[in-house]
């Protein structure tokens, strides 16, 4: 019977992938899940290309590579993903964290290093992307993360379990969950579903099939939540608060109207992703 080594698997699974229709990142995808069945970092696979790989561990490599050529995403796989530098359990409860969510963060981090504690809310908190590795980088900061999803919430919390830190959790739709906090926040931030039902339905099947529906689309044209967001916000931010949103592409001159028709900030800031798309609105009451 062949020996199989960490080479010949890599190299095997990718041009499997590639045939498959897994054409996106087939050499990483399967680095990553050899990787992970033998508990090394790619960096240690790569100086173990000569080694041999055990029936064991075949065999398990087998079942998830069949898995990924279905689409199931690599990070539901290895319930792993990094943002912000910090690894959080994911599974399909969750929305995966995308690095654009991570100039939000990024953003949030750089206006208040200044400042001394803040309080904050992370509205539709999925995998607690958002709100832990706020918390992780400023533990002093009070902080409430919410979801509608129960499910959601469970991954949130384990999170923030797994990082050490303190957050508030509260199940409910939108910020309606806030009626009952006695005061008012310095940041409400959100990465809200925005995916119209049209884009909804050309979504690529990783996504569509495995990802959370109700943490994507936001029927009918991907606006609803924002829009709400945007209306309501200025009930529960202090003085000077601000709110940040992530939006899709293409949203941001629907996002300036709503804005501009509430009548309640005094300032308006779209933060661009790497392409210059337009990806966090930022607004000051
Ligand atoms: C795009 S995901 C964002 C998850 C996470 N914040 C991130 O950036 O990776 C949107 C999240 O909003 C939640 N959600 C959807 N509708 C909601 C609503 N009406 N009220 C509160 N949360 C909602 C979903 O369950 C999902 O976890």
Same mark, same amino acid.
């Given at each position: 019977?062949?020996?199989?080594t960490?080479?010949?698997?890599?190299?095997?699974?990718?041009?499997?992938?590639?045939?498959?229709? /897994?054409?996106?990142?087939?050499?990483?995808?399967?680095?990553?899940?050899?990787?992970?069945?033998?508990?090394?970092?790619?960096?240690?696979?790569?100086?173990?290309?000569?080694?041999?790989?055990?029936?064991?561990?075949?065999?398990?490599?087998?079942?998830?590579?069949?898995?990924?050529?279905?689409?199931?995403?690599?990070?539901?796989?290895?319930?792993?993903?990094?943002?912000?530098?910090?690894?959080f359990?994911v599974?399909?409860?969750?929305?995966?964290?995308?690095p654009?969510?991570?100039?939000?963060?990024e953003?949030?981090?750089?206006?208040?290093?200044t400042?001394?504690?803040?309080?904050?809310?992370? /509205?539709?908190?999925?995998?607690?992307?958002?709100?832990?590795?706020?918390?992780?980088?400023?533990?002093?900061?009070?902080?409430?993360?919410?979801?509608?999803?129960?499910?959601?919430?469970?991954?949130?919390k384990t999170?923030?379990?797994?990082?050490?830190?303190?957050?508030?959790?509260?199940?409910?739709?939108?910020?309606?969950?806030?009626e009952?906090?006695?005061?008012k926040?310095?940041?409400?931030?959100?990465?809200?579903?925005y995916?119209?039902?049209?884009?909804?339905? /050309?979504?690529?099947?990783?996504?569509?099939?495995?990802?959370?529906?109700?943490?994507?689309?936001?029927?009918?044209?991907?606006?609803?939540l924002?829009?709400?967001? /945007?209306?309501?916000?200025?009930?529960?931010?202090?003085?000077?608060?601000?709110l940040?949103?992530?939006?899709?592409?293409?949203?941001?001159?629907?996002?300036?109207?709503?804005?501009h028709?509430s009548?309640?900030?005094?300032?308006?800031?779209?933060?661009?992703?790497?392409?210059?798309?337009a990806?966090?609105?930022?607004?000051?009451?």
């Amino acid at each position: 019977m062949k020996t199989w080594t960490v080479l010949d698997l890599v190299e095997w699974t990718e041009n499997y992938f590639r045939e498959s229709g /897994i054409i996106a990142t087939p050499r990483l995808d399967a680095e990553v899940l050899l990787g992970f069945v033998l508990q090394k970092s790619r960096l240690q696979l790569y100086l173990s290309f000569e080694m041999p790989v055990f029936p064991d561990h075949l065999s398990v490599f087998r079942q998830l590579v069949q898995r990924r050529k279905e689409h199931t995403p690599v990070s539901y796989l290895t319930n792993h993903r990094e943002f912000m530098s910090i690894d959080f359990y994911v599974d399909s409860r969750v929305l995966i964290p995308r690095p654009e969510t991570e100039i939000l963060v990024e953003y949030v981090l750089d206006r208040t290093s200044t400042h001394g504690p803040i309080s904050l809310v992370d /509205i539709g908190t999925g995998s607690g992307a958002i709100a832990v590795s706020l918390a992780f980088n400023r533990p002093e900061w009070y902080i409430v993360a919410t979801d509608i999803s129960i499910d959601a919430l469970a991954v949130a919390k384990t999170n923030a379990t797994r990082h050490q830190t303190q957050i508030e959790f509260r199940s409910g739709d939108m910020l309606s969950t806030l009626e009952s906090v006695d005061d008012k926040f310095d940041w409400i931030v959100s990465n809200p579903p925005y995916i119209s039902s049209q884009d909804y339905k /050309i979504l690529p099947p990783d996504v569509r099939n495995f990802e959370p529906k109700l943490a994507l689309a936001s029927p009918p044209d991907g606006l609803q939540l924002i829009r709400i967001l /945007i209306e309501s916000a200025p009930n529960y931010l202090k003085p000077n608060g601000r709110l940040a949103i992530e939006i899709g592409k293409g949203q941001r001159l629907d996002v300036e109207d709503f804005v501009h028709r509430s009548k309640k900030y005094q300032k308006i800031d779209f933060i661009p992703d790497l392409s210059g798309v337009a990806r966090i609105l930022v607004v000051q009451v």
